[in-house]
């Protein structure tokens, strides 16, 4: 029991690996013995991401990565499996929102640009898990071992008001998620997703917080539906990261969706 969460001998990609949370989840991994490929489109951010892990004792390589290119891909992974060896985990934490697919107050859904919902599904849906999956699972099935983990979000449980298009692709990765499982199950390949709540980002912070630190209207509503009355830290979903990626700790999880939220989703009212 000791060493139930121990990676060692296994091979992780992180998707979206440059960025606060993707980052955090490879770190968490290396530190629990796996050799990690930060994927991603930032250079600079990634090799700075790779350089905490090795400077905290851990393996770890980058990998310019652009996941709506299935090519591009497909040579990458070939890369990672000479460098480091053929991937065993897989996280897909490539995703995000854009501006003009979210509603502004006031707005009509009507009036939803049909170029920004697909946008969104591409890079959450079709980037964010489909591609990856096919691309690393194909190997995956080969060996008879792996396990994907998809990183979903509360939005895609509970559709939060304005961000229509993302908490809908959010929603199809969980069911995206349930059916790989199922298909994969007797394959030796282990599919779940894990739905952070409401987790501080360069993306989202200017949303939560006003400039003197105070919270926006918007984030004093999500605080006041978090019955734990605060934001999470990325560090708080390294241990849900580690045990869903071993293969001892989590023998027998599959198509499960796990949140990870301060209690957001067991508040109707």
């Known amino acids: 029991m000791n060493n139930i969460f121990r990676l060692d001998g296994d091979v992780a990609v992180v998707t979206g690996g440059t960025g606060?949370?993707?980052?955090?989840m490879a770190e968490a991994l290396a530190a629990f013995g796996a050799k990690?490929?930060?994927?991603?489109?930032?250079?600079?951010?990634?090799?700075?991401r790779v350089l905490r892990i090795s400077d905290a004792g851990g393996q770890a390589n980058f990998y310019a990565a652009d996941v709506m290119h299935r090519q591009s891909l497909t040579e990458v992974k070939n890369n990672i499996s000479k460098e480091l060896g053929t991937p065993t985990i897989l996280i897909n934490a490539a995703g995000g929102n854009r501006p003009d697919a979210t509603l502004p107050p006031g707005s009509n859904?009507?009036?939803?640009?049909?170029?920004?919902?697909?946008?969104v599904f591409d890079l959450n849906l079709?980037?964010?898990?489909?591609?990856?999956?096919?691309?690393?699972g194909r190997d995956m099935l080969t060996a008879g071992?792996?396990?994907?983990?998809?990183?979903?979000?509360?939005?895609?449980?509970?559709?939060?008001s304005r961000v229509v298009a993302y908490s809908a692709a959010k929603a199809a990765v969980i069911n995206l998620t349930m059916f790989l499982a199922r298909e994969w199950a007797t394959k030796g390949i282990r599919v779940n997703a894990i739905s952070p709540g409401f987790f501080p980002a360069d993306q989202n912070r200017k949303l939560l917080?006003?400039?003197?630190?105070?919270?926006?209207?918007?984030?004093?509503?999500?605080?006041g539906h978090t019955p734990m009355n605060r934001f999470g830290e990325a560090r708080e979903l390294a241990g849900v990261v580690v045990w869903l990626a071993s293969q001892r700790a989590a023998s027998f999880v599959t198509g499960q969706n796990i949140a990870v939220d301060g209690g957001f989703a067991s508040v109707t009212i």
């Open 109 to 119: 859904f009507c009036d939803l640009p049909l170029e920004a919902w697909q946008g």
């Open 145 to 160: 071992r792996g396990t994907i983990i998809n990183i979903a979000s509360m939005s895609g449980i509970i559709p939060l």
């Open 20 to 24: 606060e949370l993707g980052g955090l």
């Open 36 to 48: 990690v490929a930060v994927l991603g489109r930032s250079e600079e951010r990634g090799r700075a």
């Open 126 to 136: 079709v980037g964010g898990v489909l591609i990856p999956s096919q691309v690393f």
């Open 209 to 223: 917080f006003k400039e003197d630190g105070s919270y926006t209207e918007r984030g004093g509503q999500i605080i």
